[in-house]
């Protein structure tokens, strides 16, 4: 590399043009006798991707890299070397002395959201920027520059203001007749003058429109009184706006430079047509002044496009309020969607407003918001609702190409009505599969949803009788739409921002987990759900020497770019921490805690640390002011890990240690660090969230931790606070299971609760693991029974093993005895091979003199639902209502050879007066119980009575009912005497 090259580094644009440049006709002298603090600087500077500008010498010449060009504009680049004076002459005096503050104290300073009047392009332009000065020092400790990193917000801070007009305009109600709505959007438009700094509405009648309202500081030219809608000539272009309902611009004669805001007076207006559904023409006209230190470029023509349109819909309202006085209901139902839809910030909360709010103000049973894809070629849904089979939860798109009601809407941008379903058929042939599939009948209707002339989606409606649309009808489906699409646009443009906000924050959090055998690691993050900063919550996970897994997570208040770079900077520093730390976590957050005390911003910042020893599986771990880590056992048990605990960081006295807690995690098992946004709920207990998260997380044991954070972070993120979660899972067991008894039937339970132990750790979906746990203890029941009747001792052994796919099961029982051979008659026996082959896929018997071996296969089904959780205990007077003479056995627990004859006496004594038996509290019934339950029945049945068999639907024991064909001898009932269970 040559000098220049070692000065300018970098291919971009700045780095040629400071190689190209003649240093020494610009102040600062060739770049070979530059101070070495100047060189690192411009290296600095041209190889960061974030704008960074210097200002060097007694006159501040600019040096600046490729990011911070664009802050020129089309006048002011090239400036390389010039003197920062000469550059930005017209806001020298705001600058100038912060610079000069920083040259003469060596202090840094901090701006945020500074507005700065610029000259870029010809005019002088409303910006804002956020800003840092901090020194930069020579050898004598003397401050001969300043180092800028700098961001433009100016989109930002007027997108604010501006949605906050738009939030002003939706909030402001409606008033109580035309007139005062006027008045009330003129009020809430002429709070901000910035953006427009003049406003005059007029309301349209008979081809004549008058002034009703206006802001102050309207110009003299633009017309106070009546004017003429049919009036061609002169500069107001009335007559076009009103037939083509589209806006124009106006030039004006400003007579001055100077006006009451400082960007001088406005040189432009814009003019409005403000329309109705109801109506064929406008029914007022808007003119709006255009700031003259803003750009009038398509966010700007967007933007007084919504303006008109919000008051367009006050005076809509107004009407509607003189029009539909009678109806009152259903003007309330309107202004709360008005009020919904002004609230709503993303498109499904706009569509949830919509299902929500208009489908009964409109009289539909079904319906929903489906919007124009971003490759405008399909139609896609937002969010449905009166659907059946959950058909609204489905993810439905439509081909624009494809005609429907709703693309015919959007295409032809009109409402789409059939009086009934086989009307929409007739019309729209690709109907009938949807009709055939959800059962549809009634009147159905389509309504396209428009927004500054730019069609954004169609609005679907389905009534619940046949008939035609009536004239109020297709009226209040026009205005529900006129409501929704601004909404809708506005929605879209937050989530937009939304999305660019998340961006910053995940650019900050580790781009890839590490990989460590024996475990599995997955994390996830969730923004706020309003707001549009970036936040301060993050996580991480490092591999660290000697065998450990450092896991990490953290809060820092507030948010924006301020708490986000602070985040930044505590992560880094846990990591270097960690790395280098060979004490424990203990003094590694105690080390983390002195680094925040020295961070503006870090105060009250909390953060979980833990390391994980993979070998011994040993975690350490510490919270400093943060909730507790969270353990996920195999069996799908959780518990909170309560020790660690310590005060927030940068709180402590440096030097002292935190304490630190210690927990063995087993094979299986699941750590859980989580930030705040997951269990704080305003006006709730705390414990109350935590209760939520461990039950959220033992539902998904079976789930692959990916799949984990992702539901978590769905199902509890909606709080308004970002959320960061991170799971480390330590691989199950082996994939075989051997275990060995003795021929007692004392020892099903301990076999069972094994087997039930090994399939949870393999993340075996419980409905398999329950099935697959019954037909073992049903195997192992027959060999103790019959393969050692005659002796009574020996043992029994069970292998069990899953394939590589983890898609089928394979469980053998062995035993060395000889079983005896079945009775002719069995009556009630031998059901246990029965339920074995109707829970199994196979089931293969094979005897020889060695003993015997029970084979058996089954082929996992993740899909399928696993029995209900036990229910509620029946009460007393919850016993059904068949057989009120008689008494109730109420079970629980294991029910199999063991203790059903014990537990079963009084149903089986030949004089008993039990006629009901409560199962809703049993979790295994075993062919024993089978047995002793089809006895009883038999015996009922031929004394004339029923047996009555209380079992919840969906449970285990409601399904063995079915399968054994129990409930073909006795009456099955849902738990509190409901109908028949079956």
Known sequence: MNGAEEVFPGSGEMAHLMRAHDWERSGLGHPSGWPRELRTCVQVCLESRFPIVLWWGPELRLIYNDAWRPALGALKHPAIGRP?????????????PQLAGVVETGEATWSTDMLLPMDRYGYREETYWTYSYSPIRDEDDTVCGVFTPVTETTQRVISARRLRMLQRLGEAGSGRSVEEACALAIEMIGRDPADIPFARIYLAEDGVARAVAATQGVPAEVPEGAVDLHHRD??????????????????LEAGGDVGQDGWGLPRMASVHALGSPTEAGPIGLLVAGISPGRSHDDAYRDFLALVAQNAATLMVNATALDDERRRARGLAALQNLTAALSEALTPSAVAGALIDIGLPLLGGVAGGLMVIDDDARVLRSVRLGGYPDGSADQDWRIPLAERTPLTDAVRHRAIQHAESSDEAVRHWPSMEAFRIAHALDGALAAVPVVSGGRALGALAVR????????DDARRLLETVARLTGPALLRSSHYILQHSVAETLQRSLLPLHLPSVGGLRIAAGYTAAGEGIEAGG?????????????ALMVGDVVGRGPRAAAVMGQLRSALRAFAIDQRDGPGETVANLSRFASTIDGADVATACYAELDVAERRLRYVCAGHPPPLVLSADGGTHYLEGGRGVPLGVREPGVAYAEGEARISAGATVVLYTDGLVERRG????????????AIARRRSQAPGDVTDGILAELGGSGDDCALLLCRVDPPAGALEVEVGADARELRTVRDELREWLAGLGVPPADVE??????????ANSMEHGYASRGEGSVRLRATIDETRNALDVEVVDDGRWRPPPAEPGDRGRGFALMRALMERVEVAHDERGTRVAMRRRLQPGRTPPSPLPSRLRADDTPGDAPHGSVLRLEGDIDGSNAASLMRDLTAQDTRVTTVDLTGVAVLGSAAIQLLFGAARRLRDRGETLQIVAAPGSLSHRLLELTDLGSLCAVRAPGGGPPAH
Do not use: K
């Open 463 to 470: 009534y619940p009788q046949t008939g035609p649309l009536g």
């Open 537 to 549: 919550d993050w996580y991480d996970a490092i591999e660290l020497p000697g065998g450990r897994l």
């Open 771 to 780: 099935d697959v746990v019954l037909a073992s203890g049903e195997a192992l």
């Open 234 to 251: 002169g500069p107001w272009p009335w007559a076009s706006v009103r037939e083509t309902g589209a806006p124009a611009v106006v030039a």
């Open 84 to 96: 920062g004076q000469e550059v930005w002459a017209e806001i020298w005096h705001i600058i100038g």
């Open 684 to 695: 709730r207990s705390i414990d109350v969230g935590f209760g939520e998260l461990a039950a």
